[in-house]
């Protein structure tokens, strides 16, 4: 879906595997959801950047997974609604348009199923920034 908009990957492995205690389908759901939500609201010739890092926090380990685009981005003030069930940016957006307000809300959920954090940010390269963290035990 990324390639037919156009979109580039950039994957920035900070290590080869990082190995995380979790259920398969449900990290391969919150993948396809932010995906999908790049593919959504991105144009032609957009970059998706795809950080992986291991951090060391307070004597535990944890994965850092950052996706970051350089799409439309999101006001400031909306951020931290982002992940709120059926929240939607603009109203005008409608489940034709702008999706049914649920697939961030299910990311959070699968996130915190796994004992973890996501949070949105302004992403350096421009648009939205994702911020996933996972615990390692």
Do not use: W
């Not at 010739?45 to 951090?55: A, E, F, R, S």
């Amino acid at each position: 879906v990324l390639s037919d908009k156009g979109i580039k990957v950039e994957l920035i492995p900070q290590h080869t595997s990082i190995p995380v205690y979790a259920d398969v389908t449900r990290l391969k759901q919150l993948f396809s959801n932010l995906l999908s939500n790049v593919a959504k609201y991105a144009v032609d010739g957009d970059l998706l950047k795809i950080t992986m890092t291991l951090v060391e926090n307070g004597g535990s380990k944890e994965a850092q997974i950052f996706f970051e685009d350089n799409g439309q981005g999101v006001d400031e003030h909306d951020l931290p609604q982002l992940f709120e069930h059926l929240f939607r940016v603009e109203n005008s957006r409608n489940r034709k348009t702008g999706g049914s307000g649920l697939g961030l809300s299910i990311c959070k959920k699968i996130v915190e199923a796994h004992h973890g954090k996501i949070t949105a940010f302004s992403s350096e390269v421009g648009g939205l920034g994702i911020k996933i963290i996972l615990p390692l035990e």
